[in-house]
């Protein structure tokens, strides 16, 4: 069965540092892997997706994450957190099978100290 | 475009009462979703659609029902409320397959006494 497990419930970075959120997923294809972010009282807003190809992908607002099959990965990262990052963030993945259903993670908290 | 749009915003039930949540998508999406969201658990899907009068059991159906009598629109029932449907509720969409990204609509907390 599909799952993705986020094993950070909530990280405390200082503004300008280095940022690493964890993903594990469970998943018996090549999975199609994404990260959104929510901000508080809002909806969530995709911040990039893996599909095949270049294990490194880009996304929104400085954002990248790396897909490592060998370790059933794909951990969102960041090299300089602004104080606007502070979020929760979201791991999921998707099912080739009908619907194109998703799995979330339990998600992270992420608070940013200035 | 609007997007996905949510209606209500918030709404409080008492136990035993029913509601209808209303999501709109102007994007021409074929696939449409129902989520809920509680603390620590993330988004757990409900029903979805893959298509006009067609929905499907997500991972937590019960006590709820859908209808996707046009394209656009997917209603998501609440015919007893009980305080354990106190959440969350985000409605997505997609285009049809995958690995298409969906896009989520603002929410709509509801509570339950």
């Known amino acids: 069965a599909q799952s993705v497990t986020q094993p950070d419930i909530h990280i405390t970075v200082s503004e300008g540092a280095s940022l690493e959120l964890r993903c594990n997923y469970s998943y018996g294809a090549t999975p199609y892997l994404f990260w959104y972010v929510q901000s508080p009282g809002q909806g969530l807003q995709l911040l990039l997706k893996y599909f095949s190809g270049d294990t490194l992908v880009q996304g929104i607002k400085g954002f990248e994450a790396e897909f490592k099959r060998s370790q059933s990965s794909f951990n969102l990262r960041k090299p300089s957190v602004h104080w606007s990052d502070a979020a929760e963030y979201f791991c999921a993945v998707g099912a080739r099978g009908t619907g194109n259903q998703f799995y979330f993670g339990t998600g992270t908290s992420l608070t940013v100290i200035p | 475009n609007a997007g996905v749009t949510q209606t209500p915003k918030f709404r409080v039930l008492k136990t035993g009462q029913s509601m209808t949540l209303l999501c709109a998508q102007d994007?021409?999406?074929?696939?449409m979703y129902w989520y809920r969201q509680d603390p620590g658990m993330g988004l757990r899907l409900i029903h979805y659609?893959?298509?006009?009068?067609?929905?499907a059991k997500g991972e937590v159906p019960d006590g709820y029902n859908v209808s996707r009598l046009k394209k656009q629109n997917f209603l998501l029932g609440l015919e007893s409320a009980a305080p354990s449907q106190t959440s969350v509720y985000f409605c997505?969409?997609?285009?049809?397959?995958?690995?298409?990204?969906?896009?989520f609509g603002p929410g709509t907390r509801l509570t339950v006494t």
């Open positions: 997505a969409s997609s285009y049809r397959g995958a690995p298409y990204e969906q896009y």
């Open positions: 659609s893959v298509g006009e009068g067609t929905t």
């Open positions: 994007m021409n999406h074929e696939y």
